[in-house]
């Protein structure tokens, strides 16, 4: 019987074990099934496609709840969206720890009511409720539906060798904007104040709302992008090798094309983690066919997004490498994020501290 993780989500090897061989009724409507590294599942009503995905709602208070429910819709919205379809639907579940007060419920819900606005997204059920035995940051959980056609949908099977692997932000956004937001007095101390308040603004890079909806708009499937997926656990390194995976392709990365956000590289050196296999929510990988890759950079560019073409898929006997200082080794996907053990020995070690 294969092991689950000690932390973070389940291996492939557990999610096909576990997960996959056992997933209800079969339904004709349902276009995309569970598929590890896949963001969302997508079935067919109406003549449309339909978009869903799940996760938690995560609320961390340490951030300011005003950010944290920033943070915990953005998480909930980034993943349907790499659909390429706007989301448009919330069905959310709150079960709140018995310490939350009226006065925090509503700067949490105010917030995660104005991010939904933005997103064009309504809220149309949920359940809301204080319990025992609810505790930050796991609040409960909640549902993300986008609806287009069915021609305006992308998912990796519709990758094909040759199209550009695309990659916007860079390494371990989510790692070091939570860093930089937890120990900020701990990153001055070593880097200076001027920095340490700078890096605060990784924080809000923390979503691909944006990265996503804009690659879409450029065009999908034969006409531009074929795939999406959101670099979060195992971050970049984990992310390429899941969405060449789930296409049934490989890949060919050069590690020194990859775009990078200012302070990430400093912070991931602090904490002493590999930022290439650190979670990294904010992270868009876009496959894209070569005739539109330039284009979808351009379009990235003007909305002030960083972003860059860092190699292709190619043919699945290829297998998955990355060329660094020269040489092309194979990428192995990390398994473990570092990010999480050095998350908590930093909360053991350092005072969690607010400019």
């Not at 944290?68 to 909930?76: D, S, T, V």
């Not at 001055?188 to 001027?194: M, N, P, Q, T, V």
Request: aromatic residues 8%.
């Amino acid at each position: 019987m294969v092991k689950l993780p000690e932390i973070g989500k389940i291996s492939a090897e557990a999610f096909n074990q576990l997960i996959f061989p056992h997933l209800g009724a079969f339904r004709p409507e349902v276009l995309v099934g569970p598929q590890h590294g896949v963001d969302v599942g997508i079935i067919e009503i109406g003549n449309k496609a339909v978009a869903m995905t799940s996760d938690p709602v995560f609320i961390v208070p340490e951030y300011g709840l005003e950010k944290a429910a920033w943070f915990a819709i953005h998480i909930l919205a980034s993943d349907v969206v790499t659909s390429g379809l706007p989301p448009a639907y919330l069905a959310i579940d709150l079960n709140l720890p018995i310490t939350m007060t009226e006065d925090e419920l509503a700067t949490v819900w105010n917030t995660i009511d104005r991010e939904s606005g933005k997103m064009s997204m309504a809220i149309v059920c949920g359940h809301t409720a204080r319990y025992e035995n609810c505790h930050y940051p796991m609040v409960g959980g909640a549902t993300v539906l986008a609806v287009g056609g069915l021609d305006q949908y992308v998912t990796p099977r519709f990758a094909r060798a040759g199209d550009q692997l695309i990659i916007t932000k860079g390494p371990a956004i989510e790692a070091a904007g939570i860093f930089a937001t937890m120990f900020p007095r701990y990153i001055a101390k070593h880097y200076g104040e001027e920095f340490a308040r700078a890096a605060q603004d990784l924080f809000f890079k923390m979503s691909v709302v944006d990265d996503a909806l804009t690659a879409a708009s450029v065009g999908v499937r034969d006409n531009g992008v074929s795939a999406m997926h959101d670099a979060t656990e195992c971050g970049i390194w984990g992310g390429i090798y899941e969405i060449a995976q789930a296409a049934g392709l490989g890949a060919r990365i050069d590690k020194s094309l990859i775009v990078a956000e200012d302070h990430v590289r400093e912070i991931c050196d602090l904490f002493k983690i590999d930022p290439y296999k650190s979670i990294s929510e904010g992270t868009l990988l876009v496959t894209c066919r070569e005739p539109k890759a330039s284009d979808l950079i351009t379009l990235l560019a003007g909305k002030g997004i960083k972003a860059s073409i860092v190699g292709e898929l190619t043919r699945p006997e290829h297998g998955i490498s990355v060329i660094e200082d020269g040489r092309e080794r194979k990428l192995e996907h990390p398994q473990v994020d570092p990010f999480w053990n050095a998350f908590y020995t930093a909360l053991k070690n350092y005072q969690v501290l607010e400019f």
